[in-house]
C-alpha cells in the first residue's frame, strides 16, 4: 500500500472514531503513519484528502449491502417489508458508514467539488441501473419505471439512516409498509394491540 493509500485509510479511521470536524492532519499522519507532508504532496490540503474519504466510505456502504430481494405474487408490499428490514437491520453494524456519509452531506455545503461529486453519486443510485435493480425481485422494470423506483428508494433509504441515527425506536419498516397499505387504500395486516391504540388515542385527549 502506498502513501495515498495509506493517507485515506488513516483518514477513514480517523473520521469514525473522532469525526469529520474533529480530524487534524496530525491525526491522520498517526493514524496512516505517513508523514504530515504528504497530506499537501498527494491531496494538496488536509481537507481535500478527508472529502475524498467521505466519498469513498460512502460509496463503500453500498457495497456491504449483502440483501436478499424477497418477492410474494399475492402480497408484493410483504416482499417489500422483508427486504427493508434487511437493510434496517445493516444500519447498527454500519453505524460509522451511516454517520460518514451524512456528515459528507452537511461538508458539501461549503465544498463545490465535493457536492458535485456527491450529486453524481446520488444520481447514480437513483438511476434505473441502481437502487431499483438492486432492490426489484424480478428485474423486470422498464427503464422510466425503474428510474421512478430509483428515485422512491433513495428518498426512502435517506430518510431511514437520518431518523435511526437520531433514535433507532423511530425507525419500524412494519409501519412504513402499513402506511403504504392506508395510502393504497389496502387494509393492514399488523394491527396494533387494543391497548396500545387506546393509549394513544388517550394522550391525545389529555393533550
Known amino acids: 500500500m502506498g502513501n495515498r493509500e495509506q493517507l485515506l485509510e488513516g483518514a477513514k479511521r480517523c473520521i469514525v472514531e473522532r469525526g469529520y470536524a474533529h480530524t487534524t492532519a496530525r491525526h491522520i499522519s498517526a493514524a496512516s503513519g505517513a508523514n504530515l507532508a504528504s497530506i499537501g504532496y498527494h491531496f494538496g490540503s488536509k481537507e481535500a484528502l478527508l472529502r475524498e474519504a467521505l466519498i469513498e466510505m460512502t460509496q463503500d456502504w453500498t457495497d456491504l449491502w449483502q440483501v436478499t430481494v424477497y418477492a410474494d405474487a399475492t402480497d408484493p408490499?410483504?416482499?417489500?417489508?422483508?427486504?427493508?428490514?434487511?437493510?434496517?437491520?445493516s444500519f447498527k453494524e454500519n453505524r460509522p458508514l451511516l454517520a460518514a456519509s451524512f456528515e459528507a452531506l452537511t461538508c458539501a455545503e461549503h465544498?463545490?467539488?465535493?457536492?458535485?461529486?456527491?450529486?453524481?453519486?446520488?444520481?447514480?443510485?437513483?438511476?434505473?441501473?441502481?437502487?431499483?435493480?438492486?432492490?426489484?425481485?424480478?428485474?423486470?422494470?422498464?427503464?422510466e419505471s425503474a428510474r421512478a423506483v430509483?428515485?422512491?428508494?433513495?428518498?426512502?433509504?435517506?430518510?431511514?439512516?437520518?431518523?435511526w441515527l437520531i433514535s433507532p425506536e423511530l425507525v419500524s419498516?412494519?409501519?412504513?409498509?402499513?402506511?403504504?397499505?392506508?395510502?393504497?387504500?389496502q387494509p393492514p395486516i399488523h394491527p396494533r394491540p387494543v391497548r396500545e391504540a387506546l393509549g394513544t388515542a388517550s394522550s391525545a385527549n389529555n393533550s
Open 150 to 163: 430509483g428515485r422512491l428508494y433513495l428518498t426512502l433509504l435517506q430518510g431511514l439512516m437520518a431518523q
Open 77 to 89: 408490499l410483504e416482499g417489500f417489508e422483508k427486504t427493508w428490514m434487511q437493510i434496517v437491520d
Open 111 to 143: 465544498a463545490p467539488d465535493l457536492r458535485e461529486r456527491l450529486g453524481l453519486a446520488l444520481a447514480s443510485a437513483a438511476a434505473p441501473e441502481g437502487l431499483a435493480k438492486l432492490l426489484s425481485p424480478d428485474g423486470s422494470l422498464d427503464e
Open 173 to 185: 419498516v412494519t409501519d412504513l409498509t402499513d402506511g403504504l397499505r392506508v395510502l393504497l387504500r
